[in-house]
Antibody, heavy 122, light 107 residues
Framework: QVQLKESGPGLVQPSQTLSLTCTVSGFSLTSYHVSWVRQPPGKGLEWMGVIWTGGSTAYNSLLKSRLSISRDTSKSQVFLKMNSLQTEDTATYYC????????????????WGQGASVTVSS | DIQMTQSPASLSASLGETVTIECLASEDIYSNLAWYQQKPGKSPQLLIYYANSLNDGVPSRFSGSGSGTQYSLKINSLQSEDVSIYFCQQNYDSPPTFGAGTKLELK
């Protein structure tokens, strides 16, 4: 079945770089797009960016200068790197499978990981 | 970016009741509207897409409607397992944006 699982450090110091990995199973990264979405504690959802099946990326303009999404298709892994972290980046970070418009519409997220809780603190 | 305004922010209802959650887009999104359910401590799950298409496995007591800038999620015969936060999301334009959420509790 379709699964996504985020992994990474739970604590990052201010000004440092966050690195997260999303390991997927049950589908191929060359057949489905994958997005990252974050949720600060007790708050709403913010779309961060997407890596398309062809390997190109698109980012939320609010985060674009700090964010990088990449992948290793042989390992079925998608990576998120975000630099210059501040306390307001404290959130649960989710990776999610994105529709391609054939069944699910583009940008609709039909499967989500369990989330990785990240705290930015010294 | 397209702004999504959800109402109410919170809602308390009794078992068996019918509840409705509204979502207003800042511009026409041509029914490119999805609803997600987030149970306490869990990740969001897709309920509805294209404003009114029920995702596989979602109970038929959930339904979506709307067009243009105004959309709604209706839950008939509220069950205890429906206690969740519900988010709308527009997928018409990038970046996809979410409403702030509606917290549904049992009365």
């Amino acid at each position: 079945q379709v699964q996504l699982k985020e992994s990474g450090p739970g604590l990052v110091q201010p000004s440092q770089t966050l690195s997260l990995t999303c390991t997927v199973s049950g589908f191929s990264l060359t057949s489905y797009h994958v997005s990252w979405v974050r949720q600060p504690p007790g708050k709403g959802l913010e779309w961060m960016g997407v890596i398309w099946t062809g390997g190109s990326t698109a980012y939320n303009s609010l985060l674009k200068s700090r964010l990088s999404i990449s992948r290793d298709t042989s390992k079925s892994q998608v990576f998120l790197k975000m630099n210059s972290l501040q306390t307001e980046d404290t959130a649960t970070y989710y990776c999610a499978r994105v529709g391609d418009g054939t069944y699910y519409p583009l940008y609709v997220m039909d499967a989500w990981g369990q989330g990785a809780s990240v705290t930015v603190s010294s | 970016d397209i702004q999504m305004t959800q109402s109410p922010a919170s809602l308390s209802a009794s078992l068996g009741e019918t509840v409705t959650i509204e979502c207003l887009a800042s511009e026409d999104i041509y029914s490119n509207l999805a609803w997600y359910q987030q149970k306490p401590g869990k990740s969001p799950q897709l309920l509805i897409y294209y404003a009114n298409s029920l995702n596989d496995g979602v109970p038929s007591r959930f339904s979506g409607s709307g067009s243009g800038t105004q959309y709604s999620l209706k839950i008939n015969s509220l069950q205890s397992e429906d206690v969740s936060i519900y988010f709308c999301q527009q997928n018409y334009d990038s970046p996809p944006t979410f409403g702030a959420g509606t917290k549904l509790e049992l009365k």
